[in-house]
């Protein structure tokens, strides 16, 4: 039985995005497995914390040497990471292993394994969740305009391109030192470079079929928990309540359809950093839920007219996999939701313009003459073709872990 370090370089909590929720589902998805491997999965958080998933899996929760949290002063509030340049603490647990997988490029977990793995000749594998380059060049750009002579930093000197090149850079540098690199088909053009493409396996993403399924919802009294009124067309959106992920944009949106006389309620659900700012851009009927379970996510995906995603930055959302699961019309961007639409007007709608108005035209099309919606229900009724988090496992992890091993 061969054992295997699975470093997430992130806080573990009810508040925790994708990337951190794309490892949770997989250990869930596994707790009741006899596996022939020993899984160890390493997260971030408040305290030092072991826990016991089965005899199979175990939870180590370690506490950052120098957090990133102190960025939020300075108005970047991306998710906690370390910054340390390695963990010694970490170092020495890693040697035990028989193989490292790291989920990011450019942090301490990440920097530490690939010095475990020098050292001890360790096989590494690594995963790309995260569009962290696109981040960067976001938040450098926001920090940057605080400061005086900001338009020499961002226009002339190009401060954030060049960071977010310089972490382009990173990554590939790590990944040539990787025996294989798991990753999406939507980031794969970012990393087509020489010695890399033997090493790529283009990595799907799971849903959790017993929780995100078309089921029958009491719409008059699931909303009345909400105090909405049923006569309202529901527009709905989850994720982080943040401008990275459009629900500035959205409230916007919102603002138009209500100034078109339209009976909408928009649904913000996720973790609420910008909520105040979408209610007084929005106006009436929007409303904002923070954090909600899996359960009340799929009774709302289930009901809602349309699912409007307008995120720009993602490398492939889980949230619009579960929405389609659950049959709800997704309305999303190119480069963000576009990712997890196979054709636009068939199983979603893409816009390419990221224009307020068009997007709310659009959306006040589809709900007026509504026969689109239906054939886009009816594409994805037939579509069942998604694979579960257990089978990802398997299929993209354990058998090369195994391979490389040769246990």
């Not at 370089?9 to 869930?28: A, P, Q, T």
């Not at 009741?32 to 998933?53: A, Q």
């Not at 979408?278 to 009901?303: A, M, P, Q, T, Y």
Request: include cysteine.
């Amino acid at each position: 039985m061969f054992k295997v370090a699975i470093l997430v370089d992130l806080e573990l909590s009810r508040k925790s995005g994708g990337h951190v929720k794309f490892w949770e589902r997989i250990y869930k998805s596994l707790e009741k497995e006899n596996l022939d491997c020993y899984l160890e999965f390493f997260f971030l958080g408040k305290k030092k914390e072991r826990k016991l998933v089965n005899k199979f899996i175990s939870l180590n929760i370690i506490k950052p040497i120098f957090s990133s949290s102190f960025l939020r002063f300075f108005g970047i509030d991306a998710d906690y990471t370390d910054l340390s340049p390695v963990n010694p603490s970490l170092y020495l647990k890693l040697k035990k292993f028989d193989l490292i997988h790291t989920t990011d490029q450019l942090f301490t977990m990440s920097k530490t394994a690939k010095l475990v793995s020098k050292k001890y000749n360790i096989p590494l594998t690594s995963s790309y969740h995260t569009d962290a380059p696109n981040y960067t060049k976001f938040y450098v750009s926001k920090f940057l305009n605080h400061l005086p002579f900001s338009g020499f930093f961002i226009n002339k000197l190009k401060l954030p391109e060049k960071v977010s090149a310089n972490q382009i850079s990173n990554i590939i540098s790590y990944f040539k030192y990787c025996k294989k690199i798991m990753i999406s088909d939507f980031s794969y053009d970012n990393f087509r470079v020489e010695h890399l493409q033997d090493k790529i396996i283009k990595l799907e993403r799971g849903i959790d079929k017993k929780i995100f399924k078309k089921k029958n919802v009491n719409k008059l009294n699931f909303l009345r928990k909400y105090n909405i009124n049923s006569d309202q067309k529901i527009i709905f959106f989850c994720g982080r309540i943040h401008e990275l992920k459009g629900v500035l944009f959205l409230s916007e949106i919102h603002k138009i359809l209500k100034s078109r006389k339209h009976k909408v309620t928009t649904i913000l659900a996720g973790e609420n950093l910008q909520g105040d700012d979408c209610k007084r851009l929005g106006g009436r009927n929007l409303v904002i839920l923070d954090h909600i379970n899996e359960k009340e996510i799929s009774s709302f995906l289930n009901i809602c007219d349309l699912f409007v995603f307008p995120s720009l930055y993602e490398t492939g959302p889980q949230v619009v996999l579960e929405a389609k699961s659950c049959q709800a019309v997704c309305i999303v961007s190119p480069n963000g939701g576009g990712r997890r639409i196979r054709k636009s007007g068939e199983d979603g709608i893409i816009i390419k313009k990221y224009e307020a108005n068009l997007w709310a035209e659009k959306i006040e099309d589809l709900l007026i003459n509504n026969t689109k919606i239906h054939q886009i229900k009816k594409k994805l009724k037939n579509d069942n073709s998604q694979k579960s988090w257990k089978d990802i496992f398997f299929q993209y992890f354990f058998k090369n872990w195994k391979e490389l091993t040769n246990k």
